[in-house]
């Protein structure tokens, strides 16, 4: 039986893009999902074998809808990360091509993609209304369902070949340096050709709330054993101001002497450190063009 892998969908989305890219060597049933929620309760209730999406974009930051699930909601493992770069591209209807610039009245995709082009936006269509969607597939289903509607989508070349769109300009995201983690959660990720890239361990790291310089302390413990930290991000622990998780994201297996200790004296500081998954990372192969 095939495994099952969840994404935020429909098909179209860049969080589809890479979910391909990582099950690229299996064969693999893959199960859109409307919202991030629906992707990790599905993996949480069985539903899929792997879970798809993203946690991180160059230029807006963590996407805190999945590390709020991650942490309160689900009790799933990351097993697996992907850097996939993002080119947003403006999708309108073939009705609607000629029409002038002034006549689009609404702006349709996710919040990110939206906030990723939003320097754009502002400067060719002030007059445009935005409109959320729960994915920029979404919003290119929306826009090929009112032919009659002079609307723009954000969204890939993926989706305006789905759903027939025409892309009215390309590379439209405000900074070009533009790339999103997307990560697999749920049972182990199957061996690939690719090597990863690299190693990485996700810990939850809280706080005790009566040690003064704790926060210094945790940090101090990876400095001293030279454990690269590549991401620290706070997230509120639904208890009260000024109660905080920290999302740490050390360059190191789990199972690594130096990072087992690192986490029993930060456990000996009175603090509590769950760990959230020990995944390779692995870059798109569109990355690894460019960078060479």
């Not at 994201?249 to 930060?266: C, Q």
């Amino acid at each position: 039986m095939k495994p099952t892998v969840g994404y935020l969908g429909p098909e179209g989305t860049f969080t589809h893009e890479a979910a391909c890219q990582m099950f690229s060597d299996q064969a693999v049933h893959m199960m859109p999902y409307p919202t991030i929620p629906d992707v990790l309760s599905a993996v949480d209730r069985g539903e899929c074998t792997h879970g798809v999406i993203p946690v991180e974009n160059a230029i807006e930051g963590a996407v805190n809808l999945t590390l709020d699930w991650l942490i309160h909601q689900v009790d799933v493992p990351i097993v697996g990360e992907l850097v996939h770069p993002i080119t947003q591209c403006l999708l309108v209807h073939p009705a609607q091509i000629d029409g002038p610039k002034e006549a689009w009245s609404r702006i349709i995709s996710h919040p990110q993609a939206v906030a990723q082009c939003q320097l754009h936006l502002r400067h060719h269509y002030p007059q445009a209304q935005v409109e959320f969607a729960n994915s920029t597939a979404e919003a290119a289903e929306k826009v090929s369902r009112h032919p009659d509607e002079a609307w723009i989508a954000i969204g890939t070349r993926q989706a305006a070949k789905r759903y027939g769109l025409h892309i009215l300009a390309a590379d439209v995201q405000d900074f070009q340096n533009n790339y999103t983690r997307f990560i697999a959660v749920g049972a182990p990720l199957p061996e690939r050709r690719i090597p990863p890239g690299q190693w990485k361990t996700s810990l939850c790291v809280t706080l005790a709330s009566d040690f003064p310089g704790a926060l210094h302390q945790v940090l101090a413990t990876f400095a001293w054993r030279k454990i690269n930290l590549t991401k620290i991000e706070s997230r509120p622990t639904k208890t009260g101001l000024g109660n905080y998780y920290f999302i740490i994201d050390a360059e190191m297996e789990r199972e690594h002497v130096l990072l087992k200790g690192a986490i029993a004296e930060i456990e000996a500081f009175g603090c509590q450190v769950r760990v959230l998954g020990s995944y390779p990372c692995y870059r798109s192969q569109s990355v690894q063009s460019l960078s060479r």
